[in-house]
């Protein structure tokens, strides 16, 4: 009988971790590979505009190439950049419990999708439980399932009085009816992708309340704060928070600044635990490219007439938007308070895979399918509407005429 030693090895594949594997592919990728090479497609399904980054954030990575600064950098982000996020902060949100807010509490990322990792892998492991109202940008969902958690999603209502127009609600009673004893985070996004749900400073600080009573962590994704049509910036739980409360905010530079391809962003969270933070950094990523830093600290610096470009760019497509669409007789959308999107539900249109698909066929549009943001997505498609504004005003009129003809 041979031995264990001489039994023939078994080269079979090691099985693969059950969270990795089922991890969804994405709705809104699956429409962009069918789409992609479509001649004259408007492309309004991915979360990022049509401009490039301005010269002078791109001439500040260069010059930091230049000077040889190739090198590893600090774990939690290069001293200077934490002192530009602390400057800007403090000049956009005011004071940090009566002070200017300190640079301890930053902790430079690999993009806003490390931050929220971070911020997961902080706060969630196997068997807890994350609330997230939907429609939601997908990935809070992947993140905390990477985390080992599962995700519970609370449903917001598509509210249509017809007197005060549509909007979307966030119903705080269908908030808490969801925690339950392995509840240990609530994830907030406003202005929200895909909805444009923008809380108001009311809804903000019952959502604190709320979390307060129930000992819960807030992961507050806020990364469209700057982009509002009315006022400098959004609500923020800067504004209705205490020092000590559980609030994990989530940052990056990719929309204000055109820095999607960039990957740097930010995570905001009490100094007290920076160590921690900076462990999950080394063992990620050990930290982020130095110049990608200089370019960020560029932007943040110099950055606040381009930001106001894209802002009179946006205000003006979602107003052609709104006009082209709204006498259609069959879309349902919000007037987004914020973000960049149009959240739109076509009345007898079918499930909106198949939708998303049919509109590259037959209208050579491009669209996120909104069962992809959970299940109070499906219905709607998302469309994108930071691109220049003949784009936007040709696919609102290819939209038009799809409409009339379907």
């Not at 505009?49 to 930091?64: K, Q, Y």
């Not at 507050?220 to 559980?246: L, Q």
């Not at 160590?275 to 990608?292: A, K, W």
Request: aromatic fraction near 10%; include cysteine; glycine fraction near 10%.
């Amino acid at each position: 009988m041979p031995s264990a030693i001489d039994a023939e090895p078994d080269h079979r594949p090691a099985p693969l971790n059950a969270r990795a594997q089922t991890l969804p592919i994405s709705g809104i990728l699956e429409v962009y590979n069918y789409g992609r090479d479509r001649p004259g497609l408007i492309p309004l399904w991915v979360g990022e505009g049509d401009l490039a980054t301005p010269a002078f954030i791109c001439e500040a990575a260069t010059r930091s190439l230049a000077a040889g600064e190739t090198f590893y950098s600090h774990n939690r982000g290069a001293p200077e950049l934490r002192a530009a996020v602390a400057a800007y902060m403090t000049r956009v949100y005011g004071a940090f419990a009566g002070a200017p807010f300190p640079p301890e509490r930053f902790f430079v990322t690999i993009g806003g999708m490390h931050a929220l990792q971070i911020a997961m892998q902080l706060v969630a492991g196997r068997g807890d439980q994350v609330l997230v109202p939907t429609p939601a940008w997908p990935n809070f969902r992947g993140a905390a399932n990477l985390a080992g958690a599962d995700v519970v999603e609370v449903a917001m209502h598509f509210v249509d009085t017809g007197e005060t127009g549509a909007r979307w609600h966030l119903d705080q009673g269908d908030l808490e009816a969801a925690i339950g004893t392995a509840t240990r985070a609530i994830v907030i996004n406003s202005p929200a992708n895909p909805t444009g749900w923008t809380a108001t400073h009311e809804e903000l600080a019952q959502l604190l309340a709320l979390a307060r009573r129930h000992g819960l962590w807030i992961i507050a994704d806020e990364i469209y704060g700057r982009m509002v049509f009315e006022g400098e910036r959004a609500a923020s739980f800067h504004d209705v928070m205490e020092p000590d409360d559980r609030i994990l905010f989530i940052q990056t530079l990719s929309k204000n600044w055109a820095m999607t391809g960039w990957r740097i962003g930010w995570l905001e969270a009490p100094a007290e635990i920076g160590q921690t933070i900076e462990n999950l950094i080394q063992y990620s990523t050990s930290g982020v490219p130095l110049f990608c830093q200089r370019a960020a600290t560029a932007a943040l610096e110099r950055g606040e007439s381009f930001l106001a470009h894209q802002l009179s760019r946006m205000t003006a497509n979602r107003l052609v938007l709104e006009e082209a669409l709204a006498h259609s007789g069959r879309l349902r959308f919000a007037r987004p308070g914020g973000a960049f999107y149009l959240f739109l539900g076509l009345e007898g249109g079918g499930d909106s895979r198949s939708l998303a698909l049919r509109l590259v066929d037959e209208a050579n549009i491009g669209l996120a399918p909104g069962f992809t943001f959970g299940a109070a997505g499906e219905g709607f498609m998302r469309l994108c509407f930071a691109r220049k504004p003949p784009d936007i005003e040709e696919a609102a009129r290819r939209l038009s005429r799809w409409l009339d003809g379907a």
